[in-house]
């Protein structure tokens, strides 16, 4: 088999699957505890390759938390940026064309071509500033 042609396993689709029912971005580790309680077992490693296959082919968005962790979620596809909650994790997909035309001009500006581009903002969401309020 070809290095770039990567299978179908019923671990990846487990793994896949797990990431679509979890709200907002979580671990490697959280997936691989959700997955030991469903069903056969799948080794932590696997999880990981899963993702990494999951993330190459855009079906995932990976994103290194505060504290250097790699975060995972289901990714809807095409190019887009989040909005994260950094105390719930919910995360929003946004389209910004702004942000595009900045980060565009931005790359001109230094004698870049040829750029690409991810964008995380973060901030507090309406419902975790209204249970701080309290």
């Not at 500006?109 to 903002?121: A, K, L, P, T």
Request: proline share 1%; hydrophobic share 35%.
């Amino acid at each position: 088999m070809s290095q770039g042609i990567k299978r179908n396993t019923w671990q990846k689709s487990a793994v896949k699957e797990a990431l679509s029912e979890s709200a907002g971005f979580c671990s490697a580790q959280q997936l691989h505890s959700s997955l030991k309680d469903k069903g056969p077992a799948i080794g932590l490693a696997t999880v990981y390759r899963a993702l990494s296959d999951l993330v190459s082919v855009g079906e995932a968005d990976s994103l290194q938390s505060t504290d250097g962790e790699m975060l995972y979620r289901a990714c809807g596809g095409g190019h887009h940026h989040h909005l994260i909650c950094r105390n719930c994790g919910k995360t929003v997909e946004i389209e910004a064309n702004k942000l595009e035309s900045w980060a565009d001009q931005v790359a001109k500006e230094h004698g870049f071509s040829n750029s690409s581009h991810v964008i995380d903002i973060f901030g507090d969401c309406s419902s975790c500033r209204k249970k701080l309020a309290k």
